[in-house]
């Protein structure tokens, strides 16, 4: 049974969701504060995360930057604001995906689901690829190791930054528009949250890129998307 960690500090918010969850087969931990969410979620083991924006004491952006360096499973914002500076941020600091109250009940489940099955895909230990590794230039990509090194230095990457990397790398030279590459990592409609994809290769770019103002790898084509340049 996938367990869940719901840090939420609107109680009724935080029931529909555990309601909704466990009816679906999961188990479901809450905390109703930063401070304690942080404390649960760096002390027990989790599937996902559900972390609310505003919360008392530390807030969702504090949480997600700390809880990233701990776990990279997926973190699933859920937020009052519409702003997409929020969003950027939240995506900015680690977090996978977002979903804006209020929201479907049915679609937080999907996304969950959807999270989660890629998650597991991406790190199951019986994982086949075709690759031992992708190299390019100073890129070194270790698809079964799940591990990347530029030169000597290892890389540490999100679960999303390292599946829309090894995507785009194992498809050298290929356009890929932002509605494409969201479909592919995420799994979901694309419409309205090209954001996600845009601020996923401006970390990628700033973690492997030596000047990622002249990016060597992941390459913008205007009006189109990004390749991988080879």
């Known amino acids: 049974m996938k367990h869940i960690l719901i840090i ?19 188990k479901i931990e809450i905390a109703a504060d930063g401070d304690e969410g942080l404390e649960i979620a760096t002390s027990k083991d989790f599937d ?5 924006l505003m919360l008392p004491g530390k807030n969702g952006f504090e949480l997600c930057r ?38 479907d009940p049915a679609e937080l489940v999907a996304r969950v689901n959807a999270h989660l099955s890629r998650y597991e895909r991406l790190t199951s230990a019986d994982k086949q690829t075709s690759q ?29 930054e390292f599946e829309l990397l090894l995507f785009l790398a194992s498809n050298p030279n290929i356009v890929f528009t932002k509605e494409t590459l969201f479909s592919r990592i995420w799994g979901m409609n694309a ?9 996923h290769i401006n970390r990628l770019r700033e973690k492997i890129e030596e000047d990622s103002g002249d990016p060597s790898y992941i390459e913008t084509i205007w009006g189109a998307g990004y390749r991988f340049k080879i």
């Open 8 to 26: 939420e500090d609107d109680k009724a918010i935080a029931e529909l969701e555990r309601d909704y969850l466990e009816i679906n087969g999961f």
């Open 48 to 52: 996902l995360i559900l972390l609310d």
């Open 66 to 103: 700390e809880i990233r360096t701990k776990t990279d499973i997926p973190i699933l914002m859920v937020t009052a604001k519409k702003e997409s500076i929020d969003k950027i941020r939240g995506l900015g600091l680690g977090a996978d995906d977002y979903i804006v109250k209020p929201f």
């Open 132 to 160: 031992e590794e992708i190299i390019v230039g100073k890129l070194r990509i270790l698809p079964k190791a799940w591990r990347v090194y530029v030169g000597d230095e290892e890389i540490k990457l999100t679960t999303k």
């Open 191 to 199: 419409m309205g949250d090209v954001a996600t994809v845009i601020v």
